[in-house]
């Protein structure tokens, strides 16, 4: 399968992966290697990577704690010292291996560790492998608020191999396939209609599908990689979805919610906005819905939930000047951003969602 290259970074796919990055190690003579982990991808991954690794340099390997509420600036420090104590410098590389959570965090520490470090990223879930391990976007969260301490830096190599969605949960599979759903409704009529059967894909319809989902979100990066326009539609259905993330994630009383989980709500409540604001064809929302609460279930929102929920949109990161932004479609492959929304209109998504 062929690489992808986007302004400094190379995405490479399968068995390409490990001649890239041996190549890649040697050329550079970096004077260490930090591998990132957390206890699964420790034991389930490390080491069949550490099997194809050939390097002369050091390898440490630092271990963090897994999941969304280690997302944070605390976690950073301890990986930041624990560099300074094994004594990395300018000339060491960190190789991110994990989901979505390790390869932000992972590249955030190695963006600001001595003014930035190289790094290397191995996405091993199939959320990471669409979405947060590509475009250069590094950071943790602020408390239970997604993503808002950052900044955008490109990793030198990123690998891609299906090899290891063997050891994934079908809940994983399911929260990285929301990330690929939404690429064929925001980008390509013709790659969203091969979802249409969302039960019947298998591991080896995922490779392919996976190599076009980078090459849709690689080609909306390369035309506009800090978001001022463009990349903006990468966020359909995030803006109520990072909320509702929020939300869940903060109340001890509510289970918590994969992202992939709460992006599918947020894609059902933006294609509703976009029913009522911006032409898109009602039976067509009705038939997105139908398909992913077939596939994903339903998640129980009270009403009495929405207004603490819709209060976490002030947090959205492509607000501006207090106004919050959504992005909606006008049909599949066009959509629109900087949308104005009112709270009634939300308010009737929901209503939407759960009638």
Known sequence: MDSITYKDCTIHFNNNCYTAVNKHLKENNFSKVF?????????YCLPFFLEKLEVGADIEIIEIESGEINKTIETCVGVWNTL??????????????????????GGFVACTFKRG????????????????????????????????I????????????PYYLNTLPTNQMRSGLAEMLKHGLISDKNYWNKF?????????????????????????????????????TLNFGHTLGHAIESYFLSNPKKE???????????MILACYISSELSGFPKELTNNIKDLFIGYYGKVEIDK???????????YDKKNNHGNIN??????????????????????????????
């Not at 990395?88 to 932000?104: E, P, Q």
């Not at 290397?120 to 608020?145: E, F, Q, R, W």
């Not at 918590?256 to 947020?266: F, R, S, V, W, Y």
Request: hydrophobic share 40%.
């Open 35 to 43: 591998i990132l982990v957390d206890e699964n991808t420790h034991q």
């Open 84 to 105: 300074s104590d094994l004594d990395a410098d300018r000339k060491s590389v960190m190789i991110n291996i994990g989901g979505g959570v390790i390869t932000d965090l």
């Open 117 to 148: 470090i190289a790094y290397i990223n191995v996405p091993t879930t199939l959320l990471s492998m669409v979405d947060a391990s590509v475009g250069g976007k590094t950071g943790v969260d602020l408390g239970h608020l997604k993503n808002q």
């Open 150 to 161: 950052g900044v955008i830096d490109d990793p030198d190599l990123v690998l891609i191999d």
């Open 196 to 232: 249409q059967d969302l039960s019947a894909l298998t591991l080896a319809d995922l490779d392919e599908l996976i190599h076009q989902s980078v090459i849709i979100k690689k080609n909306v990066v390369n035309e506009d990689p800090f978001e001022d326009g463009l990349r903006k």
């Open 256 to 266: 918590t919610l994969l992202h992939g989980e709460a992006i599918i709500i947020g």
């Open 304 to 314: 009495s939930e929405y207004a603490p929920i819709m209060e976490l949109l002030k």
């Open 326 to 355: 959504f992005v909606l479609l006008e049909s599949i492959g066009k959509p629109k951003i900087d949308c104005k929304v009112d709270d009634c209109l939300i308010i009737d998504a929901f209503n939407y969602y759960n009638s």
